[in-house]
């Protein structure tokens, strides 16, 4: 079992960083659990099996579907939606010059953590918020899952948890190694 490793309070400012806000899941059915991959966009075959296998890895076999691609840089922007055990959107970017997914984000709806959340994980995670949130107040509003391989320096495989209360914004960090 991978080894868990907490990294606690950031400001909101650490939100910024990491993209978008967080995005209301729409409802959709659950899909074989079988892959499956939908793509709207014009990706030729190597680049979408490099980007599934990343996707799969992280999220596991689901039904998944590429909306829209920024291609106009060497540096691709791949948008799309996951489907199956949870419904998700991810953002991965994929370098064309290496042939490689430089960094992929699912964001998962608040409602979906015990799905998608590794249940060690989430003990650890309901410990500390035990600890600093005593009156019980926190609300998670989005779930991150973030894969960055090629960030030598900052964190390359985390869970990112979004929320708030009446008086902060928290954003929970747990570095996966």
Do not use: C
Not at 25 to 50: E, F, G, H, I, Y
Not at 65 to 72: G, I, R
């Amino acid at each position: 079992m991978k080894k868990w490793n907490s990294i606690t309070a950031a400001a909101a400012a650490i939100s910024i960083l990491l993209g978008t806000a967080p995005v209301a899941m729409a409802q959709q059915p659950a899909a074989a659990t079988a892959q499956n991959v939908q793509t709207s966009v014009n990706l030729d075959q190597t680049v979408t099996k490099r980007l599934t296998e990343v996707l799969n890895t992280l999220a596991g076999k689901q039904t998944i579907k590429f909306t829209s691609a920024d291609t106009s840089f060497n540096a691709w922007t791949v948008n799309g939606t996951l489907s199956g055990i949870a419904n998700a959107d991810f953002i991965q970017n994929y370098d064309t010059k290496k042939g490689i997914v430089q960094s992929t984000s699912i964001i998962y709806g608040a409602a979906d953590l015990d799905k998608v959340m590794d249940h060690n994980l989430r003990s650890k995670v309901a410990s500390f918020l035990k600890s600093f949130d005593t009156d019980k107040v926190f609300k998670t509003e989005a779930i991150w899952r973030v894969y960055s391989p090629v960030d030598e320096e900052g964190l390359q495989n985390y869970w990112v948890l979004w929320g708030m209360t009446k008086a902060f914004i928290l954003t929970l960090i747990m570095e996966i190694k």
